[in-house]
């Protein structure tokens, strides 16, 4: 048997080791220390779960009942398969695209959320700033907790779009719509998957109010994070895109202002009101698909409301293709509900969907560090959209097409 010759040691050269010596500047700023620590939007949201109480980071990050929609939407997105093209000239690539034929910097808008300022102090106008800079859409919530001019003041040059609820007072609702178009909002995303709340179990389970209560257990939440509640108390009380305030729950909100009787009838009426861009948001089948644009929509939202409303309801990513299909080019096709990266996005749009609707990833970045944890939010997604597109060997995404990804036939 050969012997192996000794391994020759020698003492390291100080000209040798000082390249490999490299030290790091010391960043003094600790919301952007912790926010460059951030990769993905997984690191944003493990970063807003530390920083954030937990009812208003719950209200955020749960679901409805048991949250399977939730689950099986992003299982789906992180099951699909890209089949990439090789040998194909991706030195630049232009992600932007049109979304209601207007330009988006990417193939994403900003969705509406409710009580943002409840994740965070800054808000609704931290994100449309954010939204204006990048140059992609956004949309407020009749749920928001900044009034509609004052969003629109904050960027006056963003997309702006106003997502309604219709109300049992069809009159306060046609105020809200008329003040949106007097403001410049562009769009109006009739949302319709919430004839009553659903049972979003965390909120019970917490407690929480809007605003949150001042209760034992809320006082003693003070103590793990002050700066959130310090940021809360010392600010502007919250008020609302479309009520001054509510001491009950968000499920109480929306049972007591939502109207479970509405129709087709009232989409039809909204279409003669609203002279902008019309987009409804909530469709969960072709044939829902098909009526709304046959009534005057221009785009539709395939969405199980970010699964908060009804469990187990489909798959949003699944039915793009059939819905595509089914309306052509009389319509837009936008999905949402369990995207947490620029890949996902990407799938989405080589499936059939014009544009993607993000909520949560841009609120787990908003509670990481306001303005700027928004900010890391669509940065991280602008770049993995453009890396994703470079690497499944496409300039855009006008290039994209359902040869590109292949969904598994069992989501879950």
Same mark, same amino acid.
């Given at each position: 048997?050969?012997?192996?010759?000794?391994?020759?040691?020698?003492?390291?050269?100080?000209?040798?080791?000082?390249?490999?010596?490299?030290?790091?500047?010391?960043?003094?700023?600790?919301?952007?220390?912790?926010?460059?620590?951030?990769?993905?939007?997984?690191?944003?949201?493990?970063?807003?779960?530390?920083?954030?109480?937990?009812?208003?980071?719950?209200?955020?990050?749960?679901?409805?009942?048991?949250?399977?929609?939730?689950?099986?939407?992003?299982?789906?997105?992180?099951?699909?398969?890209?089949?990439?093209?090789?040998?194909?000239?991706?030195?630049?690539?232009?992600?932007?695209?049109?979304?209601?034929?207007?330009?988006?910097?990417?193939?994403?808008?900003?969705?509406?959320?409710?009580?943002?300022?409840?994740?965070?102090?800054?808000?609704?106008?931290?994100?449309?700033?954010?939204?204006?800079?990048?140059?992609?859409?956004?949309?407020?919530?009749?749920?928001?907790?900044?009034?509609?001019?004052?969003?629109?003041?904050?960027?006056?040059?963003?997309?702006?779009?106003?997502?309604?609820?219709?109300?049992?007072?069809?009159?306060?609702?046609?105020?809200?719509?008329?003040?949106?178009?007097?403001?410049?909002?562009?769009?109006?995303?009739?949302?319709?998957?919430?004839?009553?709340?659903?049972?979003?179990?965390?909120?019970?389970?917490?407690?929480?109010?809007? %605003?949150?209560?001042?209760? %034992?257990?809320?006082?003693?939440? =003070?103590?793990?994070?002050?700066?959130?509640?310090?940021?809360?108390?010392?600010?502007?009380?919250?008020?609302?895109?479309?009520?001054?305030?509510?001491?009950?729950?968000?499920?109480?909100?929306?049972?007591?202002?939502?109207? %479970?009787?509405?129709?087709?009838?009232?989409?039809?009426? =909204?279409?003669?009101?609203? %002279?902008?861009?019309?987009?409804?948001?909530?469709?969960?089948?072709?044939?829902?698909?098909?009526?709304?644009?046959?009534?005057?929509?221009?785009?539709?939202?395939?969405?199980?409301?970010?699964?908060?409303?009804?469990?187990?309801?489909?798959?949003?990513?699944?039915?793009?293709?059939?819905?595509?299909?089914?309306?052509?080019?009389?319509?837009?096709?936008?999905?949402?509900?369990?995207?947490?990266?620029?890949?996902?996005?990407?799938?989405?749009?080589?499936?059939?969907?014009?544009?993607?609707?993000?909520?949560?990833?841009?609120?787990?970045?908003?509670?990481?560090?306001?303005?700027?944890?928004?900010?890391?939010?669509?940065?991280?997604?602008?770049?993995?959209?453009?890396?994703?597109?470079?690497?499944?060997?496409?300039?855009?995404?006008?290039?994209?097409?359902?040869?590109?990804?292949?969904?598994?036939?069992?989501?879950?």
């Amino acid at each position: 048997m050969t012997e192996r010759p000794a391994v020759q040691r020698r003492m390291p050269r100080w000209s040798e080791l000082k390249p490999l010596l490299r030290t790091r500047r010391i960043e003094l700023d600790a919301t952007k220390r912790r926010l460059d620590r951030a990769l993905t939007i997984a690191d944003l949201r493990a970063i807003a779960k530390r920083r954030t109480p937990r009812a208003p980071f719950d209200y955020t990050d749960g679901a409805a009942e048991q949250e399977v929609s939730l689950r099986r939407a992003r299982a789906l997105f992180r099951r699909l398969q890209f089949n990439p093209s090789v040998l194909r000239d991706v030195s630049k690539v232009d992600p932007s695209t049109t979304i209601l034929g207007r330009p988006s910097a990417y193939p994403f808008a900003l969705a509406p959320t409710g009580f943002t300022r409840m994740m965070q102090h800054e808000g609704e106008p931290a994100v449309v700033r954010v939204a204006e800079r990048a140059g992609i859409p956004y949309a407020l919530s009749t749920m928001g907790t900044t009034s509609i001019e004052d969003v629109a003041a904050a960027a006056p040059n963003a997309d702006k779009w106003f997502q309604l609820y219709i109300w049992t007072d069809r009159a306060a609702g046609k105020d809200l719509v008329d003040r949106a178009h007097a403001a410049g909002y562009t769009t109006l995303v009739l949302t319709v998957d919430v004839p009553v709340a659903g049972a979003r179990l965390r909120d019970v389970r917490n407690g929480m109010t809007i %605003p949150p209560s001042l209760t %034992p257990k809320t006082i003693l939440d =003070m103590g793990l994070h002050p700066a959130w509640w310090i940021n809360m108390l010392t600010t502007k009380p919250l008020s609302f895109a479309s009520l001054s305030d509510w001491p009950g729950t968000v499920a109480e909100l929306i049972n007591h202002m939502f109207d %479970p009787s509405v129709t087709f009838d009232d989409l039809a009426w =909204m279409r003669e009101i609203w %002279p902008g861009s019309l987009v409804v948001k909530g469709i969960q089948n072709v044939e829902d698909a098909r009526k709304v644009v046959d009534l005057g929509a221009d785009g539709l939202v395939i969405s199980n409301h970010g699964g908060r409303q009804l469990d187990r309801a489909p798959i949003p990513l699944q039915l793009v293709p059939k819905v595509a299909d089914a309306v052509g080019d009389r319509a837009e096709v936008y999905v949402d509900t369990g995207v947490m990266t620029g890949a996902d996005i990407v799938a989405a749009v080589a499936l059939g969907a014009r544009a993607v609707l993000v909520g949560r990833a841009y609120l787990y970045g908003l509670m990481a560090g306001g303005e700027r944890g928004v900010q890391r939010a669509v940065d991280i997604l602008g770049n993995e959209v453009r890396r994703t597109l470079q690497l499944l060997g496409v300039q855009n995404p006008g290039e994209l097409n359902r040869s590109h990804v292949t969904l598994p036939e069992v989501a879950f």
